[in-house]
């Protein structure tokens, strides 16, 4: 019985490790998504900042010097992309792929331009890391039975950058649902014409749109390779950016549901790291590769309409163009 | 009245989007502290210099041959088939099933039931995004990324569990009996007097390639179903107001699309690793949207951009050979080729649409 709990403990507590940086990366996609900026280069904007921020982080021994850099490199591709999709009406989903491989190519040049190490950067240590933090009484209420390592264990004991994703949520709800940006934002990907109407300017709010989403995509790469492991390695995001935009469907555009649907996708990369314990509770072996596709076939599912209709912002994708 | 005359259309404008991303190359190769202009003269030598080095530039150009009319056909019907490398990884399944299970006498007969095996897996991992696209409204870019990510796990679980030999460490299949064996350029050009290089993996699909660019062209610009999927690309509402149907063309171009894709296979899998490894496409599946958007959708376009882009790879192989740029060179060029033909369109034909209307007004 001690030991379910034990197991569970530790699932979890990988989940919420390899949940954040789909939170945030479908946060992300979430803002550029909501003001009708179709964003399938998320991948490549996490794994240009999961560079910058290691290279940057082990040159100047400085953790936050190494975020900094990451989102400022994830901010370039961004203005590329908003460049493409808002100033030249470019085919967004073009300029997303174009991205991408933009991003898989750079990392590994620069990286064995500056490293020698065949693309990937030294392991980062001590200050260079983003190190776990110890929540208030979490030693103190270690032996308590149950909460102790529910709170020690799982709550307590992460990166920092875990918990800014978790408030991330929240912040973006309030954001999206309860300011005048939010309101304009929702609708320039709504009905960009109305907002053109009411004398607002769709490309700027756009343009914001694009740069929050860099940022965010910023964070969550620097986080793969700063707090989630130590240094940069080749194609290290392995298509977490497209498991990001598939929970940002599965999220049906919704800050809340962006949470339960990363943590769900977390879960399974979890479980995935331990097939072991899945033998051992439900008896029979589950192929590994069942739980890496189960995220991509779920998207599927949800997007066949079986589970609820997933519609997206209704001028996403669409170049806007005023009128004369 | 066209603001531009049809040359600059489809030929100035790729022209200078190469261009401009051969200039960011240069420049990229710069900023790692190598000479630009080295890199070429030892690309163009590693990949044409040599028969040697034009099997292995024909072979890869063979490979984006497929998987560029694949996206072009995609492209006419207004889609953005971006699962070609999905669709490529289940073509290679349907040629080792047919290759391995089959007792082949000749390799004429393997190569024509393995095209077909190929195209008909290939346009069965189309089929579900094409239909979910034309009855649900899902969209097919999402749905086919979703794919190809499927199809990874599936062929990773099939190599490694069903159909790796049991005596073998290594995900694949067992190879094929010699008798599947397609002939390569050396064994064709060597009758008729010409020497070309035995090592080189170039081999017969590159004349199914260029069949299927004929057959391409055919069907989108002499049948009435390319007339139809042309039409729908151009304007859903007056397709349908012409009695076209809109699933019946979704599906059919998709499935049209995923076949062309899937018969990549029969080139990396049957003609050069002779069975199927794990991850035998390399990334060809993606590279066809360059290719398409550079070949401007049109079959001879398709061709000309599969050469340039099988010339980059081989010669992209020959510097990680040579020297310290790494191969990751071509992914760069590819997506900067992408950015400026694709996405920044608007970027260089604005100004040349104004030039060419002011050159006009000049005259008149």
Known sequence: ???????????????????????????????????????????????????????????????????????????VLSVIHGLASITFRGNQLISGVAINFLAAGMTVLVAQSWFQQGGRTPSLFG?????????????????????????????????????????????????????????????????????????????ALRYWAVVICGVLCGIAGAYMATALQAGFVKDMT????YIALAALIFAKWRPWYALYSCLLFGFLQALALRPDLIERYIGFKVQVQLLDALPYILTVIILAGFVGKAIPPRAGGEPYVKER | ????????????????????????????????????????KMMVSGSLGSTYGWGYTLYYATNFMFTGLAVAVAFHAR???????????????????????????????????????????????????????????????????????????????LLVNILRPPTSMDP???SFPAATHLPTLHDILAPIGISFSKAAPANITLIVALLAAVFVWLLIWRTKLGYQIRAFGHSESAAKYAGIN??????????????????????????ESERLILNSTEGAGFIGIAVALM??????????????????????????????????????????????????????????????????????
């Open chain 2, 172 to 174: 694949a299949t067992d």
């Open chain 2, 1 to 40: 009245m066209q603001k531009m005359p049809v040359w600059a259309d489809i030929v100035l404008i790729p022209l200078i989007s190469l261009i401009l991303a051969a200039i960011l190359s240069a420049l990229v190769i710069l900023g790692i502290g190598q000479d630009p202009i080295a890199a070429v």
């Open chain 1, 127 to 203: 200050g260079a890391r983003f190190e776990s933090l110890t929540l208030p009484f979490a030693e103190a209420l270690a032996p308590v039975p149950v909460i102790g390592p529910v709170y020690d264990e799982l709550i307590s004991g992460h990166s920092i950058l875990v918990y800014l994703a978790l408030a991330m949520v929240p912040l973006s709800w309030w954001v999206l649902y309860r300011t005048r940006f939010g309101l304009r934002l929702r609708a320039v990907g709504e009905a960009p014409e109305a907002v053109d109407t009411a004398g607002i300017s769709v490309v």
């Open chain 1, 1 to 75: 019985m001690f030991d379910i709990f034990n197991d569970l403990i530790t699932v979890l507590d990988s989940t919420l490790r390899l949940s954040t940086p789909l939170l945030l990366a479908c946060l992300a996609g979430l803002f550029s998504e909501r003001a009708g900026i179709f964003d399938i280069g998320l991948e490549g904007k996490m794994l240009i900042a999961a560079f910058f921020s290691a290279a940057v982080a082990y040159t100047s021994g400085s953790v936050v010097l190494g975020l900094l850099a990451g989102i400022a490199a994830s901010l």
């Open chain 2, 295 to 364: 070949g401007r959708s049109h079959p001879f376009g398709v061709v000309l951009a599969s050469l340039l882009f099988g010339f980059l790879y081989q010669g992209g192989a020959e510097l990680a050979l040579w020297t310290s740029i790494p191969r990751e060179l071509i992914v760069v060029i590819q997506a900067l080729v992408i950015l400026f033909t694709g996405a920044l369109d608007n970027m260089v034909r604005m100004p040349l649409e104004k030039l060419f209307l002011s050159m006009r007004r000049a005259e008149g």
């Open chain 2, 79 to 157: 889609m953005f088939n971006i699962g070609g490398e999905g669709q490529a990884m289940l073509g290679g399944l349907g040629v080792a099933l047919i290759a391995l299970y089959i007792p082949w006498p000749h390799w004429s007969l393997a190569l024509i039931f393995c095209t077909m095996g190929a195209a008909i897996l290939g346009a069965a991992w189309a089929f579900v995004p094409a239909v979910l696209q034309a009855k649900r409204g899902s969209h097919i870019v999402i749905t086919t990324i979703m794919f190809n990510f499927i199809a990874a796990a599936l062929l990773n679980y």
């Open chain 1, 238 to 241: 392995a298509g977490r950016g």
């Open chain 2, 246 to 271: 809109p699933v019946r063309i979704t599906v059919i171009s998709m499935m049209i699309s995923g076949a062309l894709a899937g018969m990549m296979a029969i080139n990396t899998t049957l003609g």
